[in-house]
């Protein structure tokens, strides 16, 4: 096999390096800058060129960031490697591996809906793919974002009409800066909490035009009198504290898992949830996956079991690959803690 999981990552023994790897190596090969993905403390990364600005933001000043243009192969001791957008978030990127004649492709996150802040998803046509299984299950349809935009509008609104800020907690890499991208900024005042503003300098940087929030300080919410909308990590919803300072306030929890985790949001308290996800639904994942022309394909985190009954139903070979990857919901709690850490 040309790629193997092993207790520090997923490796290629013909190139002598690791993708995505969970524990620090010499050279790891990073599909993208989520926390789950990419680690802190290996030698050097490689990863596509429009996610450097994040991968730095992740890694620190210190680290060693190599960027490759999408499209571009490079040589890693005999293996022929590129990156090709996944659709995921800023500088996500499928990684192709080629060598004596196999073709590989370790698909990261991805999705296939349109999303105005990173490069839209291209199929590559390979022999294996290893694909992410986060939503793989019909079960997980999801709307057009024009539809969830017009919802998070008309909750705003209503927020506003009672005089009660609006708090819409959302991953603070690739979901908050999509929000940002499709609210209507003209509605009202735009905040951002701590960890939901990490990242905006870095999609700036990359070219990514999206409204700037201001920081969510208590003094300035409440003078905005509710009428202010502020984005912030999924986490500080447990934070009574910074909620109680803000005034009167409605939560809004968005993430794909809210279409089946309803119990799980009340038990939050947070009063609404909006289903959206920078995760392909189940179309998007049996899409990408037939586009890919695979003859064999390696499932990881998410409903591995599902995913593979479908698939050899299809006339697929499918198996599952072990990993520690987090998918969405476990995405937010690790890119929470590293945030906390200072990663």
């Known amino acids: 096999m040309l790629i193997e999981s ?9 190139g002598d390096f690791f993708i995505d790897p969970w524990e620090p190596v010499d050279r790891a090969v990073i599909t993208h800058a989520h926390a789950d993905h990419a680690v802190a403390g290996s ?3 490689l990863t596509a ?9 992740r890694m620190g000043a210190a680290a060693y960031v190599q960027g490759q243009p999408y499209g571009e192969p490079i040589d890693l001791n005999g293996v022929a490697v590129a990156f090709f ?5 800023l500088g996500s990127a ?5 060598f004596q004649g196999e073709v590989w492709v370790v698909s990261g996150d991805y999705k296939l809906a349109t999303d105005p802040t990173c490069e839209p998803f291209v199929p590559v046509p390979c022999d294996v793919f290893l ?3 986060t939503f793989a299950m019909p079960v997980f349809q999801w709307r057009r974002p024009q539809v969830i935009f017009g919802q998070i509008d008309e909750w705003w609104l209503r927020n506003q009409a009672a005089g009660r800020t609006s708090v819409l907690l959302a991953d603070g890499l690739g979901m908050t800066q999509r929000l940002l991208a499709g609210l209507d900024a003209e509605m009202g005042p735009l905040f951002a909490q701590g ?3 990490r990242f905006l300098s870095a999609y700036a940087a990359a070219g990514v035009e999206l409204p700037v929030p201001v920081p969510a300080a208590a003094d300035a919410v409440r003078a905005a009198q509710g009428r202010g909308l502020i984005l912030a990590p999924p986490a500080m919803a447990e934070d009574a504290a910074w909620l109680g300072s803000l005034g009167p306030v409605s939560t809004a929890l968005v993430s794909g898992g809210m279409q089946v985790l309803g119990v799980r949001r009340r038990q939050r308290d947070i009063e609404r949830g909006f289903v959206f996800s920078d995760h392909a639904d189940w179309n998007g994942l049996t899409t990408a996956i037939q586009a890919s022309e695979a003859r064999h394909v390696l499932i990881t985190h998410g409903q591995v079991e599902e995913l593979g009954r479908w698939l050899r139903r299809q006339g697929f070979a499918a198996d599952a690959i072990a990993t520690k990857y987090a998918g969405e919901m476990g995405s937010e709690a690790t890119d929470a803690e590293a945030t906390a850490a200072g990663a």
């Open 49 to 57: 060129e429009p996610g450097v600005g994040l991968l730095r933001e």
């Open 94 to 98: 499928q990684i192709r591996l080629e």
């Open 43 to 45: 030698e050097a990364y």
């Open 131 to 133: 694909t992410e299984a």
């Open 85 to 89: 957008p996944a659709g995921h978030i």
């Open 6 to 14: 092993t207790s520090h990552g997923l490796y290629c023994e013909a």
């Open 195 to 197: 960890a939901a503003r």
